[in-house]
């Protein structure tokens, strides 16, 4: 069978665009059918426009202490529109990287129309039917909102529409204590607005090591968030310009009003209404798409990547697993495999939360887990000189040692934990950094002080004794 295409990806955002830029780049006739913005969540919604905002929030909060350096300035005067204008100027100076001009001159076929899976090797773009050897889901994601009682009568806002607000709210309200909600609640409080977080579990990090919430949980509350943990949202109101949502704890309801209302409940896969499961590809009861580590969907020449196969939603990842793709199609006899032994998350708070591989808990579970070692980040001459003595790194070992998991808390720890991604990818072990030379001072050093710390610790006695006979000899 004559195809028109050897590939046609579904999705222009992260994953998407980089199968169907490597692809045709070593000679294969791809089609990318995207129906919304190119660059997908990440450019337009998400990871850019949100550190774009958070870059003048954490400025703010700097100013705010900016007396015991002896500067005399208070960073008041928030001007929104200003800040919203230069988060959208920043989208516009990445967006010709991922626009539909420099992908044709790529030699991509860009069809800028909603993508509906015909069978294995047919998809309708808009009015047009394609044809192609492989297929590549790449829809993403997008904000979950549940079906709160009154939520669907207020203009409540998600991380689609909060970076096109005019007016700052006065009191924010945040529906989910997750990622999202806590980096622009704490962007929201730095530039002035009173901030409450509800969520339903008992603690913030659910996903990260033990240490982590508590620290995080005493900063944001000592920055004047209000968290309201442990609690059920009853209902959703607006009388006027004040908003209210009802919530229930410890068997108690009580009401929290403000001006604006944040859903930051979750993400969903963009995965209905495109013949998915028509076709035969198989999707989980949340509607991620199932794939195997080669991302291969049921529909062996299917594949899929990215946040619409779900549980890495990060666009690092995204991209990852789009080499994969790559490569299996390409090299169809020498099939490449996911590992994910080494995935890094960050959460940009101020100070960051940054984590690879295991954790404690997962490597626990897995009964890989032997020891760990952990350092505060105030023993690093560097953390003193900028402040920045909030926080952590903590390495989990596994057999003989070896690294296999690290979170670390601080202002530049999403910089920072990629020396812990590449150890637990070599699989070395936690004295790997003691033969390293860091730069002085800098934080990154705290990954030195894990593996004298580990050697200390593990010098026994005896060995004090051999040594000592061995130096006066």
Not at 5 to 15: D, L
Not at 300 to 311: E, L, S, W
Not at 443 to 459: C, G, M, P, V
């Amino acid at each position: 069978m004559k195809f028109n295409y050897h590939i046609i990806v579904i999705g222009g955002g992260s994953g998407g665009l980089v199968v169907a830029a490597g692809a045709a780049s070593i000679g294969a006739r791809v089609a990318l059918v995207e129906g919304d913005k190119m660059g997908g969540d990440c450019l337009n919604t998400g990871c850019v426009p949100s550190k774009s905002f958070l870059r003048p929030s954490h400025l703010a909060a700097e100013l705010s202490v900016a007396k015991q350096y002896g500067i005399n300035s208070s960073g008041s005067g928030i001007d929104i529109k200003k800040v919203m204008n230069r988060v959208r100027s920043v989208i516009k100076s990445i967006e010709p990287h991922d626009s539909v001009e420099r992908f044709e001159s790529l030699g991509v076929r860009v069809f800028r129309e909603k993508g509906t899976v015909i069978d294995r090797n047919t998809v309708k773009a808009g009015s047009k039917t394609i044809t192609g050897k492989y297929l590549v889901i790449a829809t993403g994601s997008e904000p979950a909102v549940p079906p709160i009682p009154g939520l669907s009568d207020v203009p409540y806002l998600t991380n689609k529409n909060i970076f096109n607000i005019k007016t700052q709210p006065e009191k924010l309200i945040i529906l989910g204590g997750g990622p999202i909600g806590l980096e622009l609640g704490q962007g929201f409080r730095h530039l002035g607005s009173e901030v409450v977080v509800i969520d339903m579990l008992d603690h913030l990090f659910p996903k990260d090591d033990p240490e982590v919430s508590p620290l995080m949980e005493n900063i944001l509350t000592g920055e004047g968030i209000k968290l309201e943990l442990s609690a059920k949202i009853i209902g959703v109101k607006k009388k006027g310009k004040t908003i209210t949502v009802e919530i229930e704890k410890q068997g108690k309801k009580q009401a929290i009003s403000g001006d604006a209302v944040l859903v930051s409940l979750g993400r969903k896969p963009v995965s209905g209404d495109m013949g998915l499961e028509e076709a035969g590809i198989e999707l989980d009861r949340n509607g991620f798409i199932k794939t195997n580590r080669k991302l291969q969907t049921a529909v062996k020449n299917i594949y899929a990547c990215g946040d619409v196969t779900g549980p890495w939603q990060f666009t690092h990842m995204a991209g990852y697993q789009a080499g994969i793709i790559i490569r299996n199609i390409v090299f169809p006899l020498i099939k490449s495999s996911a590992d994910y032994s080494s995935v890094p998350w960050n959460t940009y708070t101020r100070p960051e939360i940054a984590h690879a591989g295991y954790t404690e808990a997962v490597a626990r579970q897995e009964k890989k887990f032997k020891n760990f070692v952990m350092v505060p980040l105030g023993e690093l001459d560097r953390a003193l000189t900028e402040d920045d003595t909030r926080g952590f790194l903590k390495l989990i070992l596994g057999k003989k040692n070896r690294i296999i998991g690290a979170t670390m808390v601080g202002n530049k720890a999403g910089e920072i934990i990629p020396l812990a991604s590449l150890a637990i990818k070599l699989k070395q072990k936690a004295g790997v950094f003691m033969s390293m030379t860091f730069a002085y001072p800098s934080e990154a050093e705290i990954f030195r002080f894990a593996s004298l710390d580990l050697a200390r610790k593990s010098f026994k006695p005896w060995m004090k004794t051999v040594i000592q006979k061995v130096l006066l000899r």
